[in-house]
Nanobody, 120 residues
Framework: QVQLVESGGGLVQAGGSLRLSCAAS????????MTWYRQAPGNQRELVAQ???????DYADSVKGRFTISRDDANNTVYLQMNSLKPEDTAVYYC??????????????WGQGTQVTVSS
């Protein structure tokens, strides 16, 4: 019912910037919470940033002050602006959306993941 398409990943040098995008399409009533996760090899998937419907946000301590999450509800898109990137930011980044379906039931969808590699 819902498709998430991620883009914006790539390879950058330490100190550089990337902007990830995740666009939702399909049939749904509303988007509630939008979240970015990341997973590095051998590590658990961790929450990076989250933005709720009212615009309030949460960030992992490791990215506070460097990453900014935002949402464009008119285009059903969530962004993650990543500045001052560090090698430890290297991971596959996944977007996650909690939606209310047209049936009024809640459901979670995951994006396909996009690789972010930061070289030292």
């Amino acid at each position: 019912q819902v498709q998430l398409v991620e883009s914006g990943g790539g390879l950058v040098q330490a100190g550089g910037s990337l902007r990830l995008s995740c666009a939702a399409s399909g049939r749904f009533f509303s988007i509630n919470t939008m979240t970015w996760y990341r997973q590095a090899p051998g590590n658990q998937r961790e929450l990076v940033a989250q933005i709720r419907r009212d615009g309030t946000t949460d960030y992992a301590d490791s990215v506070k002050g460097r990453f900014t999450i935002s949402r464009d509800d008119a285009n059903n898109t969530v962004y993650l602006q990543m500045n001052s990137l560090k090698p430890e930011d290297t991971a596959v980044y996944y977007c996650n959306v909690l939606v209310t379906l047209t049936t009024r039931l809640p459901y979670i969808y995951w994006g396909q993941g996009t690789q972010v590699t930061v070289s030292s």
